[in-house]
């Protein structure tokens, strides 16, 4: 078996045209439309992301105007009436109900020195001074 070899005239080759040099993604979005906009997802997404921060504006101003002392308590509104005492090691609040309003009402007297020391919770930590309603 012998080889044969075949003479191609390169004459007859033609160039490569820049039209068909295009890669395939090229050519994809010429024949395509432009893509589409959805105003409203885009709108409603913007409405979505302001709700969420003024959410969390108004949340976060709110916190700070809650905490604010106001003169509405009976407590408060007696100044003068008090007595202050330091918290020891193993006191709390009913202990100190006990000790400086054994003849009055725990929950009241509680809710009297809460309200007057501005306190949001029942928890006492030593040396922590207090003011107490005089009876």
Do not use: C
Not at 13 to 33: D, F, G, H, L, W
Not at 88 to 117: C, E, H, K
């Amino acid at each position: 078996m012998s080889a044969q070899i075949i003479e191609f005239p390169m004459d007859r080759v033609k160039p490569v045209s820049a039209s068909i040099a295009r890669t395939s993604r090229q050519v994809r979005y010429e024949n395509q439309a432009a893509p589409r906009v959805n105003y409203f997802r885009v709108a409603m997404f913007w409405l979505v992301v302001l709700g969420l921060i003024y959410a969390m504006l108004s949340s976060t101003f709110g916190a700070g105007q809650s905490a604010q002392a106001t003169n509405t308590s009976p407590v408060a509104s007696q100044s003068g009436h008090f007595k202050y005492v330091t918290v020891m090691q193993g006191d709390t609040m009913w202990s100190l109900a006990s000790r400086y309003a054994p003849d009055r009402d725990s929950w009241s007297f509680i809710s009297d020195v809460m309200a007057l020391n501005n306190l949001s919770d029942s928890l006492l930590s030593p040396g922590q001074r207090l003011a107490l309603p005089k009876n």
